[in-house]
């Protein structure tokens, strides 16, 4: 079994700060890539930001130059350094990690990132 814990998430004003953390356990035999979705109220979940074992990042259009992913693959370790944060950055944050000779990705419980205007 693997499990995903994500950490980091809070309320935090209009131009804040917040990183969060992810770490995968379990039966991790090795790491494809992860990253971080996120779901805001009645809206469809969306990818942030993913970065591959080979240290290639992709990011949405509405974070770039304001959120970092970095990943320390061989710890199963992904983290999201979230600056210059908007009212329409608040969601549930989830992390995602495709797993080798998994079929299928791994998704955490989410962590609530709430920025006020």
């Known amino acids: 079994q693997v499990q995903l814990v994500e950490s980091g998430g809070g309320l935090v004003q209009a131009g804040g700060s917040l990183r969060l953390s992810c770490v995968a356990s379990?039966?991790?035999?090795?790491?494809?890539?992860m990253g971080w979705y996120r779901q805001a109220p009645w809206k469809q979940r969306e990818l942030v930001a993913n970065?591959?074992?080979?240290?290639?990042?992709n990011y949405a259009d509405s974070v770039k130059g304001r959120f970092t992913i970095a990943g320390d693959i061989a710890k199963n370790t992904v983290y999201l350094q979230m600056n210059n944060l908007k009212p329409e950055d608040t969601a549930v944050y989830y992390c995602?990690?495709?797993?080798?000779?998994?079929?299928?990705?791994?998704w955490g419980q989410g962590t609530q990132v709430t920025v006020s205007s």
């Open positions: 379990g039966n991790i035999f090795g790491v494809n890539a």
């Open positions: 970065i591959t074992k080979g240290g290639d990042t």
């Open positions: 995602t990690a495709d797993l080798l000779y998994s079929p299928y990705p791994y």
